[in-house]
């Protein structure tokens, strides 16, 4: 294909003033020198931003703009387009209905794919609309199908021809679909799509069945996105494969079943915890990553610093009494007890865990999984750990009273009890465990520290970009700010705060604008003060009181410490804070039932 100027392009930036005659000359000559597309050239120098120049393009071209950014990657469309003209062409299949299909294009004035374009739509019977797509949507649209959905294909293409050799079909269930399973086709398409979860820092697998096909969606960084959709007729070996993986019933479909498996993915071992779930269009699965790599955080990693970070580490050491982490599910509280422990955990010391499941192995750590269904339980199974001369004890979660009021006796009696419990933020740990049946006067020689914790995105580091906050930012910083220990006010500007905002997205980030998470914590002590308002006068108010003159960063200002830092941004932590704020109104409606 030979280069082309997109002359229209240049003509229209040059009449509108946009840049300079200077600087459109230089980006020609790069744009010709690299081949490269002309108005990639103005947006990777950061001389045009990529959505004007689309706005620009539109209002050239006569062609609707499309956003691709949560649009499904669908394999089936490499059928009419292959993927070597997706790549050569720099055009996007995403979407068919009837006999109309919808193609997004980069470069409207490149002739040469206009022409392929036309030529398949004919060839095909087709009705061709194109949309005009920016270069970001483009790369992901195309990373995707180079990756995951080109190899599923090629297992798909493979599996196709062995099945119509073996004259069976994918879903019969007797006599043949172990032996198709355990052949290369679907393992390797399950291998596929579990390496490329791994790979992307998914945390979940979502297998989900349909009418009309099987999708596919990884949780990343908190978010699920749909990555590939498959036939529907593979949704019963796919099943088997990871049934056969987890040693689940086979023949079981009608009840739900957990498991677990582990393979090796490079130089390291990885976990999956597998959970299968009835459905009226069959079975659904989920499989949780447990990455090790993940696994071995430590508490600065995790996003601990300042008072929160010494207030851990201090009671962390102590001989006995509670730790108690809370937050909702998927705050990474999990994570946060496997760090302590790994923190803590030495040949000097006994620590026993109750697990529900097991998530991380901690190297040195006797850890139990919990199995409610045969009476082995938190409550049952911390009786026993008492009886193996523990030091440490790790508790999963303190479910119910008898849970709180055993962990509240072990921490009496000289052990340390690391825990998790479900309220919305610390002040609420006490409420909960009075709630829970546990007396006051045995609160405070057992609580030594409660912890919550929720987790934010962070920016990508090569794409996030430096702006300065606006009138409504800079108040609410500040507002945070005036709030918090004046040692850690210094640290920051008056007023004219810099921050920074997600940017266009980059091949670091695969797109997203946003690379792993990063918690943000409150810790709440145990003090004669506090001691004192939960024997005389408990109240939210007073415990409130207790927690500023204590000097405690709430998650909210630990959150703008960390937009000041440049880790996330303010939108990021707006919608956190929005999300626990609807938690806290829901458990207020509960609590009045």
């Known amino acids: 294909m030979a280069f082309q100027l997109p002359q229209l392009l240049i003509d229209e930036l040059t009449k509108l003033g946009s840049l300079t005659p200077e600087v459109l000359s230089e980006a020609e000559k790069e744009a010709a020198r690299s081949e490269k597309d002309f108005g990639e050239v103005l947006v990777s120098k950061k001389l045009i931003d990529d ?21 499904e990657v669908n394999r089936e469309l490499l059928n009419y387009i292959s993927e070597d003209i997706i790549n050569f062409y720099r055009v996007i299949p995403f979407a068919k209905e009837g006999s109309v299909l919808r193609v997004g294009v980069v470069n409207p004035e490149n002739i040469d794919a206009l022409e392929a374009l036309k030529f398949i739509a004919s060839d095909k019977e087709l009705t061709l609309e194109k949309y005009l797509i920016n270069y970001r949507d483009f790369e992901n649209f195309s990373r995707s199908f180079r990756t995951l959905t080109t190899e599923v294909g090629k297992a798909l293409e493979s599996l196709s021809e062995e099945l119509s050799q073996k004259e069976l079909k994918i879903t019969e269930k007797i006599g043949g679909i172990e032996d198709i399973t355990a052949e290369a086709p679907v393992t390797r398409i399950v291998a596929v799509i579990v390496k490329h979860a791994v790979e992307t820092r998914a945390s979940d697998i979502h297998i989900e069945p349909f009418e009309a096909k099987i999708r596919i969606r990884f949780r990343i960084d908190g978010l699920l996105q749909t990555v590939l959709s498959l036939p529907r007729g593979l949704l019963s070996a796919l099943v088997t494969r990871i049934k056969i993986l987890t040693d689940l019933k086979i023949d079981e479909t009608r009840l739900a079943q957990d498991g677990r498996f582990s393979t090796k993915l490079g130089d390291r071992r990885v976990d999956f915890r597998v959970s299968t779930f009835p459905t009226r269009n069959g ?92 009476g082995y339980t938190f409550a049952s199974g911390l009786r026993h750990i008492l009886r193996q001369d523990p030091d440490i004890i790790m508790v999963g979660e303190i479910r119910d009273g008898e849970t709180a009021s055993l962990a509240t006796q072990a921490a009496l009696t000289g052990h340390v009890v690391i825990s998790t419990l479900h309220t919305n933020d610390t002040i609420g740990v006490i409420p909960r465990l009075v709630d829970m049946g ?48 004046a040692e ?44 004192k308002i939960i024997l005389t006068n408990l109240s939210e108010s007073e415990l409130r009181k207790e927690a500023q003159r204590q000097g405690m960063i709430t998650m909210f200002q630990d959150g703008i410490i960390k937009v000041l830092h440049g880790i996330t941004s303010i939108e990021e932590l707006l919608q956190v804070a929005q999300e626990n704020e609807e938690e806290q109104e829901s458990e207020k409606v509960e609590s009045r039932k």
């Open 51 to 71: 959505a004007e120049l689309l706005r620009i393009k539109s209002s050239i071209y006569q062609l609707p703009i499309v956003d691709l950014s949560g649009a």
């Open 283 to 374: 079975e659904k699965v989920v499989l949780r990553i447990l990455d090790p790599m993940v696994g071995n955080i430590t508490l600065t990693d995790l996003g601990l610093e300042g008072r929160s970070l010494e207030l851990v580490l201090e009671n962390i050491v102590k001989p006995f009494g509670e730790i108690l982490i809370t937050g909702p599910t998927g705050s990474g509280k999990s994570t946060t007890l496997a760090a302590i422990l790994r923190q803590i955990n030495n040949d000097e010391v006994n620590i026993v865990t109750l697990e529900d499941p097991i998530e991380y192995f901690v190297e040195g750590v006797n850890q139990s999984q919990t199995h409610e269904e045969i």
């Open 438 to 485: 546990v007396e006051k006067y045995l609160l405070a020689p057992t609580l030594n520290l409660a912890a919550a914790q929720r987790l934010l995105r962070k920016l990508c580091p090569s794409c996030k970009q430096k702006v300065k906050a606006n009138v409504g930012e800079e108040h609410m910083i500040k507002q945070a700010l005036e709030k918090i220990p």
């Open 488 to 531: 850690i006010q210094k640290e920051f500007p008056k007023s004219g705060f810099e921050i920074y905002k997600a940017g266009e997205g980059c091949k670091d980030c695969r797109g997203k604008t946003y690379k792993g998470r990063i918690a943000i914590f409150e810790t709440l002590a145990m003090t004669d003060e506090l001691e």
